[in-house]
């Protein structure tokens, strides 16, 4: 700014200091001072004119069309990042397609994620439309992501390659097809990644959470929609099992925080546009064609390539604990969710009457310790863990969790049946033929 006082200080007589009338006299007498200038000066001024005659002169005529084009190339650059064909609408209309009049049309975001896959093939069978949305991310081995999109991809379950903060794509989308439901699985899981990479949390877990319910606001028939927030929610609470009514304002790890504005926000869209919104806090879930980064998995991984692996307690050699769900108990909760979940009030942002709100816990209500986890694991393996107990580091992570399932029980009929080594077992047998294969097929 110091640079412009000068230039500004000469503009100053020719602006008026307050509105009212102009004065040309005191104007003309000083512009005819200040238009005496250098010959030289007054050759280059004229070149300049010249210069800015020819660009108009040889600019294309039409240049609001040149503008719109440019407009038009920003706003469907939505084409090129979805990595999609020009078939990409007809094939999104047919697989969102329901076999019945009474099926569902459903979005289900994180498609090829662990439970969004599961979900989606669930929802194909019984005959419900199914279209995936995932951007494959690398925050674990893609390849295994490709591979359940396989999976999708011969169930006829189109998955589209996107991120959910691309506003224009689901836009577009929401226009192709009507949903009835959204499944929203899609986010940045993990407690411990977080210290690591922060924003990827806020990236996925509110911003993005944040752009599909605009979309869905804003849609002409607005979705019914179930969303996954999760068991860390519950933070620092001591009291046992967790109940949906107990208090959740003590976050120990910043998933845990992105997971709980999430479901702030979800009730301010609920209040505000009339979106029917159910949320599913999900207690360390499991199983076949699951995530890396959990420990079953990489226990798995260490114990059979003889790796040392680490066994956290808590202060005074405290236990460990999780209340570990398999994957088709939840699955079976998410369904119920979505069958229970009445319709939007609003239309088009519009808000008409109240809509339908909840939480439900899905969990197994049956905290294991994790040392018995790995006990159970060394029998299915048939190979002894090299173990190396260690004192919890301050990561995030809580000392054990356990569900009250009684009102998901209640409403939604969910009822867990799967124990954990009857669940472990089935994971090792996905496990040994998956990473065992060349092709890597399984199912």
Not at 34 to 44: D, E, G
Not at 196 to 225: D, R
Request: glycine share 8%; charged share 25%; aromatic share 12%.
């Amino acid at each position: 700014m110091t640079q412009l006082k000068p230039i500004l200080s000469h503009l100053d007589p020719i602006i008026p200091s307050s509105t009212g009338k102009f004065k040309p006299d005191k104007f003309s007498a000083y512009s005819f001072h200040r238009l005496r200038c250098h010959p030289r000066l007054a050759f280059w001024s004229f070149l300049s004119v010249i210069f800015i005659l020819l660009f108009f002169c040889f600019s294309p005529p039409d240049g609001g069309a040149a503008a719109a084009k440019r407009r038009s190339l920003h706003t469907s650059s939505y084409t090129r990042r979805m990595h999609l064909d020009s078939n990409w609408e007809l094939k999104a209309r047919n697989s969102a397609r329901p076999r019945s009049k009474t099926g569902f049309s459903v979005l289900v975001t994180g498609a090829a994620g662990f439970v969004g896959t599961h979900v989606s093939l669930s929802l194909k069978r019984r005959g419900d439309g199914v279209v995936g949305l995932d951007n494959f991310n690398s925050y674990y081995d893609p390849g295994l992501k490709k591979a359940r999109k396989s999976l999708l991809d011969r169930a006829g379950v189109y998955v589209i390659e996107a991120d959910i903060n691309d506003a224009v794509l689901l836009r577009k989308l929401f226009e192709t097809v009507h949903f009835t439901h959204v499944m929203h699985l899609a986010a940045q899981a993990g407690v411990r990644y977080a210290m690591q990479n922060p924003n990827s949390y806020i990236h996925s877990n509110v911003n993005g959470f944040v752009s599909l319910l605009e979309a869905c606001k804003n849609a002409t028939l607005q979705p019914s929609i179930v969303w996954a927030s999760s068991s860390s929610v519950y933070g620092l609470n001591s009291k046992v099992p967790f109940s949906e009514k107990d208090r959740t304002d003590r976050p120990a790890s910043l998933y845990a925080a992105t997971k709980k504005a999430g479901e702030e926000i979800a009730h301010t869209y609920n209040h505000i546009y009339g979106l029917s919104i159910t949320g599913l806090r999900f207690f360390t879930v499991y199983g076949p064609w699951g995530r890396p980064d959990m420990a079953y998995f990489f226990f798995t991984k260490d114990i059979l390539k003889g790796k040392e692996i680490k066994i956290f307690e808590g202060a005074d050699h405290a236990t460990v604990a999780r209340d570990f769900t398999y994957v088709d108990d939840v699955v079976k909760g998410c369904l119920a969710a979505l069958d229970t979940a009445k319709k939007s009030t609003g239309n088009g942002g519009k808000k008409k009457g109240a809509a339908q709100f909840r939480i439900y816990n899905l969990g197994n209500t049956n905290p294991v310790p994790v040392a018995d986890l790995v006990a159970i694991l060394e029998k299915l393996l048939k190979v002894k863990a090299k173990k190396k107990v260690l004192a919890m580091p301050r990561n995030g992570d809580v000392l054990f969790t356990h569900a009250n399932i009684s009102l998901a029980r209640k409403e939604l009929g969910y009822r867990p049946t799967t124990d954990l080594e009857t669940g472990l077992k089935k994971f090792v047998k996905w496990y040994l033929r998956y990473y065992g294969s060349k092709k890597k097929s399984a199912w």
